[in-house]
């Protein structure tokens, strides 16, 4: 078989499998509008709490209209019961209560110690819990920066210097600039390689696993264009359509991405090579997606994990694609300073294209008619 007709045979035994299908293209597809679905608002919005007022003074009712006021956090319930306000949280009426204990407006105007504020969270989401706490550091520490005037009115004359935060990269600040940009090119990787790992496994089952030169690089070709498919799908339309910040270097992009789809594709046709059916390579290789995640460094960083992680976590392609990929994408990264992982992906494309081959290659003579 010719390289094109193998080619040719690969793509259409694609489009031809329900599997194949919905787990190489269909799947990247649904992931592209479901995944950053709960990211929606980029960052928690006006999360429930209730607030024990036990001061009942114009200073803690200003404190609770200004709470009421931020993005992060709504006032469901003013109270002076302190375990109605437990109940409610524990029935999951409200995710935090904040006490504003008795005698605050006077230690403020005295200027001394003895009263304050308390905070409890539901810390089941930490994420939600954080932001409740930051918002009600910001209204205290706002208070703090206020005068109590005679009367009890607030003197809202903040400091001369105002301090202006301004993201560089994800200038919206939330979680879905964030986080897509690296869950991206998981989705890429595992797709492809569920796919090409099928095709094997299948293949195998079948007796026919072994491939001429020009068969194999034909197959390789074909999920390696897959690849590529997706990853200038999602990374070009999809971003664009969700709202990603995207400060891209196109050109580099172009490079890397066959690289990264060209090894993600060795691998799977090497793994894939080893089951003995093709279901196995989604009972075996859909547990390593979350894994694979954190191996990135993109929630914490390889440099802090234990070295013998760190050292197989670059044995992964999408731990070197999301290092070359982010700033590429992201931050308008050159060639040069995405070296490191974009030699690895190189690394990596050669290694396992090598070991593939060497594993397929059906070295038995020809037969001469």
């Not at 810390?123 to 703090?144: C, F, M, N, W």
């Not at 594709?265 to 290789?285: M, N, P, V």
Request: one cysteine or more.
């Amino acid at each position: 078989m010719t390289f094109d007709a193998a080619f040719i045979a690969t793509w259409r035994a694609i489009l031809t499998s329900r599997t194949l299908l919905s787990t190489m293209l269909l799947a990247v597809v649904l992931y592209a509008f479901y995944y950053p679905a709960p990211y929606a608002h980029e960052a928690p919005r006006k999360l429930p709490v209730v607030v024990v007022d036990q001061d009942a003074s114009a200073l803690s009712r200003a404190m609770i209209r200004d709470l009421d006021a931020t993005r992060a956090v709504h006032v469901v319930a003013v109270t002076g019961d302190q375990p109605a306000a437990r109940g409610d949280m524990r029935s999951g009426k409200a995710d935090g209560i904040i006490l504003i204990s008795d005698g605050l407006e006077r230690q403020l105007r005295a200027g001394t110690a003895g009263s304050g504020i308390a905070v409890w969270v539901n810390a089941t989401y930490l994420l939600r819990a954080s932001t409740i706490g930051e918002a009600v550091t910001a209204v205290i520490q706002d208070i703090a920066k206020t005068r109590l005037l005679p009367g009890g009115q607030l003197d809202r004359g903040g400091p001369p210097v105002t301090v202006v935060e301004e993201p560089l990269f994800n200038r919206t600040g939330g979680y879905k600039g964030y986080v897509f940009p690296s869950v991206a090119v998981i989705i890429i990787q595992q797709t492809l390689l569920f796919g090409a790992a099928t095709f094997m496994g299948g293949r195998r089952r079948l007796g026919c696993w072994r491939m001429r030169r020009a068969e194999f690089g034909g197959t390789l070709a074909a999920f390696a264009s897959v690849g590529m498919l997706g990853c200038y799908f999602l990374f070009g339309l999809i971003f664009w359509v969700q709202g990603v910040p995207v400060d891209g270097n196109v050109p580099g992009m172009i490079l890397v991405v066959p690289i990264f789809a060209t090894a993600v594709a060795a691998l799977g046709l090497l793994a894939g090579s080893t089951f003995d059916r093709a279901e196995r390579a989604i009972y075996i290789l859909g547990p390593t997606s979350v894994p694979f995640f954190f191996l990135t460094g993109a929630t914490y960083p390889l440099d802090q994990m234990p070295r013998f992680v760190a050292a197989f976590a670059q044995l992964i392609p999408s731990t070197a694609g999301v290092h070359a990929f982010v700033p590429l994408n992201q931050m308008r990264a050159s060639i040069g300073e995405v070296a490191n992982p974009l030699l690895t992906l190189v690394v990596l494309a050669v290694g396992y294209a090598a070991f593939a081959y060497l594993r397929l290659i059906d070295r038995s003579p020809r037969r001469r008619g």
